[in-house]
């Protein structure tokens, strides 16, 4: 009896890669793919940051026509003027402020707002307005209304009768809370809808089964809602710090930096430098403030991290 054989071809054998993806569909998705993202990251991004580096220490402006190197004379020059301190220190106060007001609004916002309501959403969505509107056009408002005869001051005197003329924005000590405030009021619908999103995640049974065994809200909020909350908590307190560190745009638009300098902020001052043509000791407070964030940056969202960890 003949035997026949097979004229078909062997299956060959499907080769994997770790992750268990055929060789042949990780050739659909070549490394090449990110080079668009990639150069407008380094073009964009890295090249000034290495230019930020350089620059800071030359004699770099518009009075010179020529670049030469000076060492750590910018550094010297404005540490020993305390320009440089006392802009860092406004920055971080205004920063601490701004993350404090926007965070506690957001949480308190989105607690009031929890419940799925028509009332809710349409508030939801009037509290979100101010996050897609202009930090300037935001800031030119809130200073025609705080001015002695602007809007806020109106009202009060139609209010109580007497004639109100406070300066909101003319106090050295109190202003840079009024614009923190500001800050935060623009802000903290983002927040609103992170920690709305964080509330929707937790199980209804956890709260049922805490209020079965007689917790009030407080006790229930603080034993088991907001260390649910860490991850929304991580996630606001560290934009929100790390972003009103880059501030400008609300206070330049609101005081310019002002009552004698008490909420000028480290951009602003950059800002005024590099028009008075001192490019190089401009570039060297804004790689100042560039190490500050990132210095401040690392340990504030190991900390978070591990404060989620442990919850």
Known sequence: MATTTSILPKPRPVRLDPRGATARQKQDHPAWFIAPALLVLVV?????????????????????SEINFVGFSNVQDLLSNGTLLRDLRITLVYALLVALFQNLFGLILALLLERDTRVN????VAFFVPVVM????????????L??????????????GTSVTTAWLGDTTWTIVVVALIHSWKWMGLSMLIYLAGLKTINEDLKEAARLDGAG?????????????????TFNVATSLLGSMNG????????????????????????????????????TMSLALFLMVAILAFPVIRFLRKREDVL
């Open 44 to 64: 964009f991004f890295f090249v000034p940051t290495i230019f930020n580096f350089v620059y800071a220490f030359t004699d770099w402006s518009s009075f010179k």
């Open 134 to 145: 202009s930090a300037l056009a935001v800031g030119y408002v809130f200073q025609a209304l």
């Open 147 to 160: 001015k002695p005869e602007g809007g806020l001051n109106q009202v009060l005197s139609a209010l109580t």
């Open 248 to 283: 400008f745009d609300i206070v330049q638009a609101t005081t310019g930096g002002g009552p004698g300098g008490s909420t000028e902020l480290l951009n602003i001052f950059v800002f005024r430098t590099f028009g008075q043509g001192l490019f190089a000791q401009a570039t």
């Open 121 to 124: 959403r349409i508030a939801r």
């Open 217 to 233: 809200w407080w006790t229930t909020f603080r034993t088991i809602v907001f260390p649910l909350l860490a991850p929304a908590v």
